[in-house]
């Protein structure tokens, strides 16, 4: 069973910055494509960002470009999003997603529980 577990949410003015970790447990043989989504209070769950397995393909959302970097670290299964010059509106649950391919080679979306990260300002 693969989980994944984030961390790194916390609050913090505007301005600021914070940095976000998920990491995949359990058997995995190959991750395809891993990112990060948010749920701010009343709204629907929206991608922030992702990226494949080489960094070939990484995919921003508009509101967040410039701003927030996804990066990762192949060898610890773990993936990570910078967040800099934090605003009000990126107040939200963060939540790590994976498309992994597990014990034998079966293919899975995984989600983390989330974290919650509150910007104030």
């Known amino acids: 069973q693969v989980q994944l577990v984030e961390s790194g949410g916390d609050l913090v003015k505007s301005g600021g910055s914070l940095k976000l970790a998920c990491t995949a447990i359990g058997y995995i043989f190959k991750i395809n494509l891993m990112g990060w989504y948010r749920q701010a209070p009343g709204k629907e769950r929206e991608l922030v960002a992702t990226t494949t397995r080489s960094g070939s393909s990484i995919n921003y959302a508009d509101s967040v470009k410039g701003r927030f970097t996804i990066s990762r670290d192949n060898t610890r299964n773990t993936w990570y999003l910078q967040m800099d010059s934090l605003e009000v509106e990126d107040t939200a649950v963060y939540y790590c997603?994976?498309?992994?391919?597990?014990?034998?080679?079966?293919?899975?979306?995984?989600w983390g529980r989330g974290t919650q990260v509150t910007i104030v300002s």
């Open positions: 997603y994976a498309d992994i391919v597990g014990s034998a080679y079966s293919r899975d979306n995984y």
